[in-house]
């Protein structure tokens, strides 16, 4: 009985400290630690305050933070009808330096998952040219090409992709047979 009632005191004090740091400014926003904002915006999106853990993310950035991917942010934010929201945290999200390839295969497929194919690509086309042996990246990109409507770029980046790794996914190989015209 103690663990879960320590339990809801806990809960309640993050609940509490995220409404406070919510309501900070920029500035005072930069005196904080990225990882206690960070908690903040996730506390405050699975709190039912998605709108508030929306904006504190974008001020967090604004104040410098490097922030982990807001997933639970947008997810809220998106289960609140707030999609055009949603997608814009995302879309706004900054990968932490140095770059690497998993963070930004991360973001871009919770993009894709909100259906985001052109904001995904934004996200892929530099990161692929940073890491050209990618194979994930090349086969991610031609998914959003193929579904944004862009056959040729599509066919290009999954044969970079086969040609990189040939252990590619069944629905490579058929969707590189019917842009060739097999």
Known sequence: MSDSIEDLFDANRIDTMAKRVAKLSVEE???LPSAAVDLCVDALSQCGRAMQAGRLFERAQDAGHTLALPLACAQALFEAGNTKRAKGVLRNWRAPEPLRPPPLVAQAQALMRFGEWSAALQVLRPAAATFP??????????QCALWDGHRKAAQEALEQAAALDPAQPAWVWRALAALNGR
Do not use: T, Y
């Open 29 to 31: 926003l930069a005196d």
């Open 133 to 142: 042996d990618n194979a994930l990246l090349a086969r991610l990109i031609g």
